[in-house]
């Protein structure tokens, strides 16, 4: 496999992160309550968190099968 097969996942996961970071930082949303803006940004967070570890995950996994050939 190409090893820039998984790049527009990683990109992806950073997306969500950065997403997720503006939303808890920005002081100036106003079509979310308080505790939703806080919600959507923690879950926001979370899934591109859980989304690079997959992709660190199956690079490794990856390398290891390359290594073993």
């Not at 923690?42 to 570890?53: D, H, M, N, T």
């Amino acid at each position: 496999m190409s090893y820039y097969s998984g790049m527009p996942g990683f990109a992806m996961a950073l997306v969500y992160i950065c997403i997720g970071t503006v939303l808890i930082l920005n002081t100036n949303i106003s079509f979310l309550a308080g505790y939703q803006k806080y919600g959507l940004a923690a879950l926001l967070f979370l899934y591109g968190v859980f989304r690079l570890y997959r992709f660190f995950i199956k690079r490794k996994e990856e390398s290891n099968d390359e290594d073993q050939e």
